[in-house]
């Protein structure tokens, strides 16, 4: 297991790792800026949080 994570680390320190990365969080947050998705995010919290 251990050795997953440092495989995982490295990846993550890569240059390419560094480039998927942050492809994904430029995806997000495109993503949570949709009116529909963020509803959908602002629910699924409510639920995980005790249904307030």
Known sequence: MASLFSKVAQFANSPKGKQ?????TTKAQELAKDPKNRAKIDQM???LQGGK
Request: zero cysteines; proline letters at 0%; charged letters at 40%.
């Open 45 to 47: 919290r409510r639920k």
């Open 20 to 24: 998927v990365i942050s492809q994904a």
